[in-house]
Every structure is written in C-alpha cells, then in structure tokens.
C-alpha cells in the first residue's frame, strides 16, 4: 500500500496532522469559553467572556502550585491526560484525511484513548480527600462504563482504519444514504454532552499551578475531541481527501473543510448550549449519557446495517417468493 | 432512507423527553419527509396535515396559562421510548421486498412511523400532565400518518386524519376548559357586564371597575355592623317622613346620605351579602307581625325589657320594609362607629313622639337585635295561643 503514496504526500500529510493537532489544542479552551458563554446566555446569567477560559488556563501556568498530599500523582496523571489527548487530537481528521497507504489507527483505537484520559482526568478528584471524592468516583465509574456503552457505535466502524472508514462516509450524503451514520453522529455526541458539568460548573478540582493549567487544558481537548469526531461521522462530506486530486485542489478543499468544521462546531456548541440546559445531579446525568449513547448508538447500527439484525429466516422465504414469482422483485423495486 | 426518516423518531423523543414545544418541528420534519420521495397527492395531503395537527395545538396552548403540574416521572422516560424502538427495529428487521431486490440490498431501513407512534404511545403513559398527554397522542397521529404515507395506504391517511381532528379538538375543549388564558381580558363596556354573573367569571384583570371598592370600607367591622344602624336611622327617618318633617334638615342624615352616594356604588357587592343576611330575619318577623297585628297593640307591657324589644321590632320591620322600597336611593351607608355614636345622640336628642324608650336601648348590638327579634317573635307565639 505503501508504494502509490509518494514522499511529497507523505510530508503534506504529516504537515497537515500537526496542523490539526495544533488547531485542536487551540481551539479547545475558546470552545469551552463559547459553549460556556452561549449557555450563560441561555440561562439569563453572566458568564465569562470567550476568550476567559484560555486567560485562566494561561494565568494558572504562571501561579506557583500549593503543595498537597497527593499531588505528585495527581500532576502525573494530569500530564498523561495531557498527552493522551494530544494523541487522540492527532489521530483525529478535522479537515483533511489522510490517504490510503497512510498508516492511521482504528476507531477503537481512538475511543480508548480519549476514554484513558478522561479516566486520568478524574484520578486528581479521587486523590484529594473531602466532598469531590464522591464526585471522583461517580466520575470514574461513569467514565469506565463509557467504553462498554460505545461497543455498537465501535461495531458500527469495524475493524477498519478510521480514515478508510470515513473515506467510505464520505461518498454518502448525509440527507440520503448516510443518514444511519448521522445518528451514529448524535450518539457520540452525547458523549461529552452531560459530561461532569452541572450548567457550567466544573467539577470540583482543587488542583493549582501548573496542574490545574494542565488538567484544564486537558479536559477541554477531550471535549472537543469528541465533538469534532462526532461531527466527521455525522458528515464526512467535508473532509478533504488527498491523493485523489491534485495539490492545489486538495488545499481548497482544506481551507473549505476548516471553514465547514467552524460551522459544525458552532451548531455541536449550540446543542451543548441547550443540554446544560436541563438540570440532573450527577449520578443522573451519568445514566442518561451512558443510556443515550449505548440505544442510539444501537439503533444506528441497526438502521445501518439491517441485513446482520434483521431475521435470516424472512430472507430464505423472501428468495423463495421470489423464484416462484419473478414480478415480486419488480414490484419491490419500483417504489 | 433520508435524514428526515432519522429525525423524525428523534424529535419525538424529544417530545417525550421535554414537552410540546419540540411539536411544531417534528411536523414539519415529519412533512419533509413524506414529501421527499414523491409529491403525489397523497403525500402532500399527509404533509399538510401532519404540520397543522401539530402547529395548531402549540398556538392554542401557547394562548393559556402554564398550568404548572408537577411532573412525577423522571428523565429515564425518553430511554423506555428508545429501547421500545430498538426491540421495535430489532422485531421488523428489513421488509423481504426490499430484502431480495438487488438495488435495495443492505439499504438502511427504519419503520420510522411506527417509532414515532411509540414514542407517542409512550409520552400519553408515563407523563401525567394533561398538555404533555395531548402532545403524546398528536405524535401519534402524526407517525401513524407517516407510516400510512409512506405505505401508500390511503385509507389509513384518511382515518388517521379524521383521529387527527377529533384529539386535537377534544384537547382543545379539555385545555380551554381546565387551563387559564394568559391575555388579560378588557373590561367591557355593555350592560351584560354589570351583572354579577358576568362579574363571577372573573380570573381576569380586566374586571375591576372603574370606581373600585375602596379597601379601607371593606372590613366586616366596617360594613356589615354599622349597616344595620343606618338602616335603622333610615327606618326612623321614614317613620318621621310620615309623622313629621321634622327631621329633614338633620345634619346627621344630610353627611350619611353624601356618604351614600359617594361610596353606594363602591360597596355595592360587599352590602348586598349583609343585606341578605339582615333582611332574612326581618323577614320572618315581618310575617308573624303582619298576621296579628291588632293583638300586638293592645298587649300589656309588664316586662320592661319585653317593650323595648317590641318597639325594637317594629323598627326592624318598617326598616326592613323601608329598605325594600328604598332600595336604590337609600342604600345603607358605611359609616365607622364613632357616626353611630353620633347618630345615637342625635337619635335621643331629636323629638320622636312614636319612640320614647330610645335611650334604654342605646347600647344595642346586633346580638340584642338578634335576641329582641326572637323575644318578639316569641310573644307574639303566646299572645297567639292567648
């Protein structure tokens, strides 16, 4: 596979994943700011501005840490958190895929990883004795379910490399055929969208200095991760494919693909906007996420692919119809 | 299999999960997408139903009150209505039709109605507010349209949208009936307003009248007790009109009668209930004094007590009869209890030849009137059975 993908692709490609790795960390705390905003909006209260929570995650670097019991291993796992992101972050296509002989991790590849940090990003509340260390474990309990949830959504890609797999999306239209993989879409998107945020309250992390910057900064790309992989699935249209095209065609469809995944974004802010929205305690909105992602991740698979849910027995009679009458077939087509 | 078909299950969980505001979207979403594979009659017939079934009844319960029922069921009613759908997908599986067809083989499939009529179903069951339940039948109507529309099943169209009308109007009557309207209703101007019938209908702000009760008259202390004295002075005012004009010019009446008229309007509702109250009585005793009046006269007075009570009465009951006749230009003033005292002096001062043992009786109370009214009532059983 290696032998069609020329060197000068193979540099854009690496070009264009660091692009988006560092996009996606960027970008990360101005969404977390919007989607905050927005939901200050909608509930009648002041919040931040946009830009706040990147002037947080930036005055937290500077501030010397206070020293706790505990806190190496929580800045350890902050760190690991942090770099378990940024490697999801990179596996993640925002604009552009990349082509075939490319090599590119699988889906359940992907979803672990971004599970491991968020299990990493609970473990600071779990060390720290006191009140957060209920909302530790709840956190931890809900995060840890969240890999079982995800299995139809995870049976649904298959085996494939995700980019071959959203190559495959991206030659249906979401309106049309692709319609199943928009509800695949909606399920990962519940994913983040009750996750550990009671109306904009963080969960409760004493952390301080670097770690909180860090623990911070991880957080949101988690979300973000998320969102943006909700967002490709849902539609894949936009993403740019390589190799296909010539270069200057290929960057076009780039620049496209960013203005699409702003656009995106701003409607998964929106809707985030409008979950936080509705008020549950914690260990309720842990159920309803998980109960949400695993039926409609389900019900996608099954509307997806029927021919592996649906009855075998009904094929044999069907095919069986069809040979003693042959204008059967005709009159299932026609409508 | 079109994005429409997708949604349309998700808005109506929605429905179930947050209320009829998510209506309006998944009938036009519904309508989408019956109209996007063909646009035959049928379909546009369906179409403009599903959207008004489902647009009308958000108008109409957005004209009312939120009647604010406190839900019992909890957020894991929307997932009861997913998991229903996915047993629902699992147990139709793919129509053998499009099974087999080689243009349709492994094509995605969603009874997308018959997930919609679930979640409708399950809305109606589990939510128990009257507006939420409404909202569940008319997702109902609203997937079993679409089922019958994409199965090209006319008679199933035709039925459904006769059921559409017939919840939506019975909704309709039951949220007219039970909730309250938010616009506030003008006062009106025609006669039918004064009456109190067309008064008691009243949760609306726009009923309260131009010249209002003034609330400081409105207390029982005020209205109901003095009511009775005044009554009586203008009782005794007639008495006097007949005897003697005497007491015409008296400065007392003069100020209770311009208390009268500023104020006969304003306490009009309030005096009409005491008035009851107080006519009641007299009532009856007007009617045993009205058969035997000729033994009452010449009765001899032994008890002391027993001839004020019998004047007593008679002053109720011309009071009463006055205050029948003279309904609308005398109506019973408000006044506070120092005029009563007032009222009281100028009462033993002012010369009444018919009602000399005035004084004795100066500290009367409606208990006492009460009592004298049964005292002569009782005479009046005994000089009977004389």
């Known amino acids: 596979m290696m032998h069609d993908l020329t060197w000068g692709w193979f540099f854009a490609c690496l070009l264009a994943l660091a692009l988006q790795t560092v996009l996606i960390v960027l970008a990360a705390p101005w969404f977390s700011g919007w989607v905050n905003r927005l939901a200050g909006r909608l509930t009648g209260e002041r919040r931040f501005p946009v830009g706040g929570r990147w002037q947080d995650i930036h005055h937290q670097f ?95 890609a298959g085996g494939q490399d995700f980019s071959v797999f959203l190559a495959h999306l991206r030659q249906l239209s979401p309106v049309g055929d692709g319609a199943p993989f928009v509800l695949m879409g909606v399920a990962l998107f519940m994913v983040t969208a009750w996750k550990g945020r009671q109306a904009g309250e963080d969960l409760p992390c004493q952390l301080s200095g670097v770690d909180r910057a860090l623990w911070m900064l991880a957080t949101d790309c988690v979300q973000l991760v998320w969102i943006t992989l909700a967002a490709d699935v849902a539609w894949a249209g936009s993403l740019a494919l390589p190799v296909e095209t010539g270069t200057e065609p290929w960057l076009a469809q780039c620049l496209a693909g960013g203005a699409f995944w702003m656009a995106k974004l701003a409607v998964a802010a929106l809707f985030l906007a409008g979950t936080q929205l509705m008020v549950l305690t914690f260990p309720r909105r842990a159920r309803v ?28 009679t069907a095919s069986a119809q069809e040979e003693q009458d042959p204008a059967f077939g005709e009159e299932g087509s026609t409508p | 299999m079109t994005l429409a078909v997708i949604l349309a299950p998700l808005l109506a969980l929605c429905v179930v999960a ?43 319960v957005s004209r009312y009150q939120d009647d604010g029922a406190r839900e019992r ?6 997932f009861l209505a997913l998991g229903l759908m996915v047993i629902l997908q699992l147990a139709t599986g793919t129509p053998a039709a499009t099974w087999d067809v080689p243009g349709h083989a492994g094509a995605a499939y969603l009874p997308a109605g018959l997930c919609v009529a679930l979640a409708g179903l399950v809305a109606v069951t589990c939510r128990h507010s009257m507006v939420w339940q409404w909202a569940g039948l008319l997702v109902c109507v609203d997937g079993i349209m679409l089922s019958g529309v994409i199965e090209n099943q006319i008679m199933v169209v035709g039925v459904t949208a006769l059921a559409g009308c017939v919840v939506a109007l019975l909704g309709g009557l039951c949220v007219h009936r039970v909730m309250l309207r938010v616009a506030v209703a003008p006062a009106q101007n025609g006669a039918g307003a004064d009456r109190p019938a067309a008064r008691s209908t009243g949760f609306e702000l726009g009923d309260v009248e131009p ?17 009775i004295w005044s009554e ?79 004047k007593q009465a008679e002053r109720t009951e011309t009071e009463s009869v006055a205050a029948e006749a003279a309904t609308d230009s005398h109506q019973p003033n408000a006044e506070t209890s120092e005029d009563d005292a007032d009222a009281q002096v100028h009462d033993a001062d002012a010369p009444e030849p018919l009602e000399p043992d005035e004084d004795e009786t100066g500290q009367r109370s409606p208990e006492i009137i009460a009592r004298d009214v049964w005292l002569k009532g009782y005479l009046a059983e005994r000089g009977r059975d004389a």
């Open chain 2, 18 to 60: 947050r209320g009829i505001g998510f209506l309006p979207v998944l009938g036009v979403v519904t309508a989408v997408a019956m109209l996007v594979d063909h646009q035959a009659p049928l379909q546009e017939f369906g179409a403009a139903c599903v959207v008004v079934f489902s647009v009308l009844p958000v108008w109409f």
């Open chain 1, 62 to 156: 500077r501030r010397p840490g206070l020293r706790q019991r505990g806190d190496g291993l929580s800045s350890l796992a902050c760190r690991v958190a942090l770099i378990l992101a940024v490697f999801a972050a990179c596996m993640t296509p925002v604009f552009t895929l990349v082509p075939a002989g490319f090599p590119a991790p699988g889906f359940a590849l992907l979803c672990t990883a971004l599970v491991g940090a968020s299990l990493l990003l609970g473990l600071p509340l779990l060390v720290q004795a006191g009140t957060a260390e209920l909302a530790g474990y709840a956190a931890l309990l809900a995060d840890g379910l969240l890999l079982p949830a995800l299995v139809p959504v995870l049976v649904m």
């Open chain 2, 211 to 227: 010249a209002g009760p003034e609330p400081r008259r409105l207390g029982p202390e005020a209205v109901v007790v003095p009511r």
């Open chain 2, 232 to 310: 009586a002075d203008v009782a005794a005012e007639a008495e006097d009109d007949s005897a003697a004009q005497s007491r015409v010019e008296h400065p007392d009446t003069e100020t209770g009668l311009a208390t009268d008229q500023a104020s006969g309007d304003a306490t009009e509702a309030g005096e009409k209930v005491a008035q009851q109250d107080s006519v009641a009585p007299n009532a009856e005793a007007a009617s045993d004094e009205g058969t035997e009046p000729s033994d009452e006269a010449p009765k001899p007075e032994t008890q002391g007590e027993s001839d004020a009570s019998i």
């Open chain 2, 73 to 78: 069921s909890g957020p894991a009613v929307p």
């Open chain 1, 289 to 316: 996420r998980l109960a949400a992602v695993f039926l409609l991740g389900l019900l996608a698979w099954q509307v997806a692919y029927p021919g592996q849910s649906g009855p075998v027995a009904q094929d044999k």
